[in-house]
């Protein structure tokens, strides 16, 4: 907890470190009520830091120093400064070997960082800070040191004893106690620090390198989870093998492992050969995890993996560069989902999710550049803005440079600075030196904060024969009132003519055309592209595959729309279209309930979907992404002050229309699809997960109709599938709908079924928390007093609270400021037992500004109680304290 002031920690300040540790040498007791650390620690002077021996400063936090030692010599009181976050000695000699003893409580940890309990095992989480809770150590990523650890544990109780690196030794202790020792090689900044304790097993696989040498490949679960470890195995192997062709990485120790822990703060670890999953990321079979987790684990064990090469061989400078391994790997990862399942899919999702959230975060009271230039709590900052939008900079690099000069850029990246801590700069500088390249004003997107607005009008000269495009960009203010300067985005675009092809493209001054999509370079605040050679009019394709994270705006009108939906070569600018479109027909809608009038659906909408779901020939899962309405949290984010009500009613509203005016093509696809899911045994493959995602959201829109076929359908499909993505979809639409009896009996008999799965009843809180029927906030206290929830499992916490207030608007944003109350209470709770959890549970709070006075005035009064209900951790300090400013 906050005791003094909170310390705000600046770029600008960065300074190499005074000492270097060369060697880590770690030996861990555990025991039932405390632990034991025993660190030595083979030290010297930084060189570059030039001459004197100043003070060694010691990073510690709520550690009982036993004893300290330098050289031979131990210390007394006198001889050393002590205070809540640091030990201070006065080393007397350029080189020295310190050694000091700590007591800590890993049984008590809630905070889920540093050494802790995860059910009966022992594991640790030690980025961004939590190796300070370990032991006392330089804990910044620029000191970078091999490590030795030794764990000592009861060996009934912790049978598998797991560091970084490879085994080197074990053997039995006194008291039934046994030792094991691993040691790694590869240089390390603590923050990859790792070690496991349990009594766990595992699923071992081998994969060949490229090279030709083995390693071995181990998932370690707790027992009843064995049979949950084969799609996570597969998609490890898939991502090294993808790794090495695709960035010519290969993996570079012996072993290699994955630990699936059920309490843990994020998704998952990378720490250096030992990485740590929150259990949500590994376990996947078909009887309890859906396909969106079967991806999700897929992504996260590659994200995790590609790390040892884009974060743990090239690191971090300090925690401002934290995009250069976090955008970088999300990009990453996001190629290789791509490869193995759709592209276009995966990349309509990820510009979705980035869209509604990334650029809410842009537009809210914590926006901040990709690489910050300042933190109170570094937690606070693995951010959508690090990750995902730090993700988009890396890919406008590829889409400038091209898919070979990026290659080129990152192979010199990985040579020139492997074993190093760099900055994002380091990366740009490799990409434009093996390129002979010039970025320097294309770095304003790692330091300036905001969504760029690009704003496009069109001249088409007849009699000349030229078409041209005028872009005008905007950056709006955001919290640091930096002056924003112009970017450079990369549109890539094409032009269609009147029967929807491509045409060539050549711009002024060309000597001829150079294909049919290309990409502009838009740098200056005001820019105008003609094209010449064309004959009559085209229609503008812009920002193909979303080829930058901007808002862009063209005056496209309805039909116009409606063209592109159809006739776009674009995949992506395909489904845009029909966002562009439904957003347009939503608004309207929005505004009739607003004023009070009747609803009324442009019939455009339903002429387009049902066109879309008539094509046969179109991927199932584009027709599946293409009937998907934005979402109300996107809705919201393109408000200018949202109205929740009206955002909900409108979005039902149309959704209602569909499903009874294109009932029939709905049943028909649904039976289609359900018919072949009910004779084909489980797959997790792409083609298997778009059949099934156009069959669940068919039956989502037919259940919508109340007809006694749907109903029976849902039943059907809830009752006599062999996978979680129809049961759970099946048991949604159930929830939603209003048959009560039907609605109890299946909640019941799911939850009986799978009582002892935790992470298939996190899906059943989920499901119901999310639902928009009336009291919800009521249903979501009653389930906080089920017995399978607990507060001190994040999982429980996202399942429950954060698909409350994350999904289901209508409900948290009540108009009597209940659900606002609710969450800041919770807040409250959880401050005291896991600050990271519930400073990111605070994020919708944070949104006050975009809602109506009332709203805002309840919202703003939460924060202001959650700021006086007395000791804040950071986190929550500076979140909160950020949104009221
Ligand atoms: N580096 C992790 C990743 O792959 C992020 C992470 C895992 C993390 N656990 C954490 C960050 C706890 C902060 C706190 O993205
Ligand atoms: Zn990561």
Not at 115 to 121: A, E, I, N, Q, R
Not at 180 to 193: I, Q, S, V
Not at 424 to 434: L, P, Q, S, W, Y
Request: with cysteine; charged share 25%.
């Amino acid at each position: 907890m906050r005791t003094e002031q909170p310390q705000v920690i600046y770029l600008k300040d960065y300074q190499a470190p005074e000492y270097l540790i060369d060697e880590t040498h770690l030996t861990f007791e555990l025991f039932e009520d405390h632990s034991l650390v025993h660190a030595q620690l083979v030290m010297r002077r930084n060189p570059e830091r030039g001459a004197g021996l100043p003070p060694l400063v010691l990073d510690g936090q709520q550690l009982e120093l036993l004893s300290v030692q330098l050289d031979d010599q131990a210390l007394t009181a006198g001889d050393y400064q002590l205070d809540a976050d640091s030990l201070t000695v006065q080393p007397k000699t350029e080189r020295f070997t310190l050694d000091t003893s700590v007591k800590i409580h890993p049984e008590s940890n809630t905070a889920l960082e540093g050494l802790y309990k995860s059910g009966k095992m022992f594991c640790t989480q030690c980025e961004a800070e939590g190796f300070r809770k370990i032991t006392y150590y330089l804990d910044r990523p620029d000191v970078m040191s091999t490590f030795t650890t030794t764990v000592i544990a009861e060996q009934h109780r912790y049978p598998v004893l797991l560091s970084n690196g490879n085994p080197v030794g074990d053997g039995p202790a006194e008291d039934g106690r046994h030792w094991a020792t691993w040691e790694d090689p590869f240089k390390k900044p603590a923050y990859l620090f790792a070690l496991v304790a349990g009594d766990l097993w595992c699923v071992e696989s081998e994969f060949t390198r490229q090279s030709g040498r083995d390693v071995t490949l181990r998932i370690y679960v707790e027992e009843e989870n064995l049979d949950k470890c084969d799609h996570a195995m597969v998609s490890l192997k898939k991502s090294m093998r993808w790794d090495e062709e695709v960035y010519g990485r290969e993996y570079d120790l012996d072993i290699f492992m994955i630990v699936a822990v059920n309490d843990f703060n994020m998704g998952a670890m990378e720490n250096k050969g030992l990485n740590i999953f929150n259990s949500s990321c590994v376990l996947a079979r078909a009887e309890t995890a859906t396909d969106a987790a079967h991806q999700r684990v897929e992504g996260v064990v590659a994200h995790e993996y590609f790390h040892n090469w884009s974060g743990n061989r090239v690191t971090c400078r300090d925690w401002f560069q934290l995009s250069l391994k976090e955008g970088f790997t999300v990009f990453r990862d996001a190629e290789f989902s791509a490869d193995m399942n759709s592209r276009t899919v995966k990349r309509i999702e990820d510009v979705a999710y980035l869209r509604t959230h990334q650029f809410a975060e842009d537009a809210g009271p914590m926006a901040h550049p990709v690489r910050p230039d300042s933190f109170i709590e570094i937690s606070n900052f693995y951010t959508l803005t690090v990750y995902e939008k730090g993700a988009e900079v890396v890919r406008m690099v590829r889409t400038l440079l091209g898919a070979e000069g990026f290659r080129k850029g990152s192979d010199l990246y990985f040579e020139r600075h492997d074993g190093q801590a760099v900055t994002t700069d380091d990366f740009i500088k490799a990409m434009e030196d093996a390129n002979g390249a010039d970025l320097t004003q294309f770095k304003r997107w790692y330091s300036q904060a905001g969504t760029p607005r690009l704003a496009v009008s069109e001249a088409y000269d007849a009699a000349a024969q030229t078409y041209s495009l005028n872009f005008r960009q905007s950056c709006p203010q955001t919290p640091d009132k930096a002056e924003k300067l112009p970017f450079v985005i990369p549109v890539e675009l094409g032009l269609l003519d009147a029967d929807g092809n491509d045409l060539p493209l050549q711009l002024a001054g060309e000597a001829e055309a150079a294909g049919t999509t290309r990409v502009l370079s838009v740098t200056e605040a005001e820019q105008t592209f003609t094209f010449q050679g064309i004959a009559a009019k085209p229609l503008p394709s812009l920002l193909r595959g979303f080829s930058a994270p901007v808002k862009l705006s063209f005056p496209y009108d309805r039909d116009q729309l409606m063209f592109l939906m159809q006739h776009d070569s674009d995949g992506f600018n395909r489904w845009e279209a029909g966002q562009q479109l439904s957003v347009q027909v939503l608004q309207e809608l929005i505004g009739q309930h607003q004023r009070g009038e009747a609803l009324a659906l442009d019939q455009r909408l339903i002429t387009a979907l049902g066109t879309v779901l008539g094509n046969e020939t179109l991927d199932a899962a584009m027709v599946a992404e293409m009937l998907s309405l934005p979402g109300e949290a996107y809705l919201t984010e393109i408000s200018q002050v949202a109205d929740v009500d009206a955002i909900h009613a409108a979005r039902e509203f149309a959704r209602q229309q569909i499903a009874e005016q294109l009932f029939d093509a709905l049943w028909a696809r649904y039976q289609a699809n359900r018919d072949v899911s009910r004779k084909t045994a489980y797959v997790a493959a792409a083609e298997h997960f778009a059949r099934r995602s156009l069959q669940n959201i068919a039956l989502s829109y037919l259940m919508l109709s109340a007809k006694p076929q749907a109903l029976e359908a849902a039943l059907e499909q809830f009752e006599h599938c062999d996978n979680m993505t129809e049961r759970l979809t099946a048991l949604a639409v159930l929830v939603n709908s209003p048959f009560e009896a039907e609605r109890a009996k299946a909640l019941d008999a799911f939850a009986e079924h799978f009582k002892d799965n935790p992470l298939v009843m996190d899906q059943w809180f989920s499901v119901q928390a999310a639902s928009t029927l009336p009291g919800g906030l009521a249903r979501v206290k009653a389930l906080m007093l089920h017995p399978a929830f607990t507060l001190k499992n994040p999982n429980k916490v996202r399942a429950l609270v954060g698909a409350f207030a994350g999904q289901n608007l209508v409900n948290f944003h009540a108009a009597d400021g209940s659900g606002y109350r609710f969450l800041a209470d919770l807040v409250i709770e959880l401050n005291a037992l896991n600050p990271q959890i519930a400073s990111r549970q605070l994020a919708p709070l944070t949104r006050w500004r975009k809602y109506d006075d009332a709203r805002q005035a309840l919202m703003k009064g939460e924060l202001e109680r959650i700021l006086a209900s007395g000791a804040l951790s950071s986190d929550v300090y500076e979140v909160v304290s950020k949104s009221l400013a």
